[in-house]
Nanobody, 125 residues
Framework: DVQLQASGGGLVQAGGSLNLSCTVSGFAHDDYALGWFRQAPGQEREGVSCISGLDDSTYYFEPVKGRFTISTDNARKSVYLQMNSLKPEDTAVYYC??????????????????WGRGTQVTVSS
């Protein structure tokens, strides 16, 4: 089965940086998209970023654009989220996600059927 294992969360002060990592296993082929979602206490989950399985094109949720960078290794067995200039509103549990097919984002977030356990990111003011 597909497994996603995220790590790298922690506690940082506003303006600091964190690098989240996620190992990916179980896909028979490389035609899958990868991404990150987050959920803050009392709020709905929201997509943060994703990367296409076709051409490695990326999408970023507007509030994180210019501060976060998503990337993968060449084999697409790991996906990363480099987070810079962190703000208190970035505090959330961050989830590594994946979906079959290369489609990453359109007019909205498609269904990502595979989710990791999540890693806590806390940004203090």
């Amino acid at each position: 089965d597909v497994q996603l294992q995220a790590s790298g969360g922690g506690l940082v002060q506003a303006g600091g940086s964190l690098n989240l990592s996620c190992t990916v296993s179980g896909f028979a082929h490389d035609d899958y998209a990868l991404g990150w979602f987050r959920q803050a206490p009392g709020q709905e989950r929201e997509g943060v970023s994703c990367i296409s399985g076709l051409d490695d094109s990326t999408y970023y949720f507007e509030p994180v654009k210019g501060r976060f960078t998503i990337s993968t290794d060449n084999a697409r067995k790991s996906v990363y989220l480099q987070m810079n200039s962190l703000k208190p509103e970035d505090t959330a549990v961050y989830y590594c996600v994946a979906k079959s097919g290369t489609y990453c984002y359109g007019y909205g977030w498609p269904a990502y059927e595979y989710w990791g356990r999540g890693t806590q990111v806390t940004v203090s003011s």
